[in-house]
């Protein structure tokens, strides 16, 4: 079974700080993998995602992650962190099943941004 | 596109009562997923659609847990009776065959 263990509950930097959120994931084949982010009160946001070729994949507001399968993760990155990107964010991986993908999330992580 | 629409956005009611959900996937996808998110148990699969047709359930916590998607278009998920251990965020998602799946904003159910 797939699994995804995001082990930082939360975690507070600095504005203008670099930021680095951890996800190791369980699949026994090529995984599907997706960071959202879920600002307080909405739902969830696509932040990037990763099928295949390239291991470093370019999301939206500036957010990057690296796929590393030897160590089973996909950290999320971002240079300089801002204070709207306060909110709380998933890992998740997805199984193949014909045209639809099953997605099994993570726990979170939370992100306090101080100014 | 208006994206994936849920109602109502929020929802309180009393034990026992009957609890119908809505959600209205982005035209031309065609998984729909539903989902709750509690703080002790994170984000749960509930149950998903593909073409219409549920393909995996083994997430609805009983039988007072029931969905249907009777067109492309639309979908319901229905607690009957409701308890108070039912108060949670449902969401609903849906998909175009890409494996992304794109979320609507949630109902906040509140069951007192």
């Known amino acids: 079974a797939q699994s995804v263990t995001q082990p930082d509950i939360h975690i507070t930097v600095s504005e203008g700080a670099s930021l680095e959120l951890r996800c190791n994931y369980s699949?026994?084949?090529?995984?599907?993998l997706f960071w959202y982010v879920q600002s307080p009160g909405q739902g969830l946001q696509l932040l990037l995602k990763y099928f295949s070729g390239d291991t470093l994949v370019q999301g939206i507001k500036g957010f990057e992650a690296e796929f590393k399968r030897s160590q089973s993760s996909f950290n999320l990155r971002k240079p300089s962190v801002h204070w709207s990107d306060a909110a709380e964010y998933f890992c998740?991986?997805?199984?193949?099943?014909?045209?639809?993908?099953?997605?099994?999330f993570g726990t979170g992580t939370r992100l306090q941004v101080t100014l | 596109d208006a994206g994936v629409i849920q109602s109502p956005r929020h929802e309180v009611t009393e034990m026992g009562q009957e609890v119908t959900l809505r959600c209205k996937p982005i035209s031309g996808h065609n998984s729909l997923f539903w989902y709750r998110q509690t703080m002790m148990r994170g984000l749960e699969l509930l149950i998903y659609f593909n073409n219409n047709v549920p393909i995996d359930d083994s997430g609805m916590p009983e039988d007072r847990f029931s969905a249907k998607m009777p067109n492309a278009s639309f979908s319901t998920l229905k607690i009957q009776p409701s308890e108070p251990r039912d108060s949670a965020v449902y969401f609903c998602?849906?998909?175009?065959?890409?494996?992304?799946?794109?979320f609507g904003p949630g109902t906040r159910l509140l069951v007192l």
């Open positions: 699949y026994g084949a090529t995984p599907y």
């Open positions: 998602a849906s998909s175009g065959g890409s494996e992304t799946q794109y």
């Open positions: 998740a991986v997805g199984a193949a099943a014909g045209t639809a993908s099953k997605l099994t």
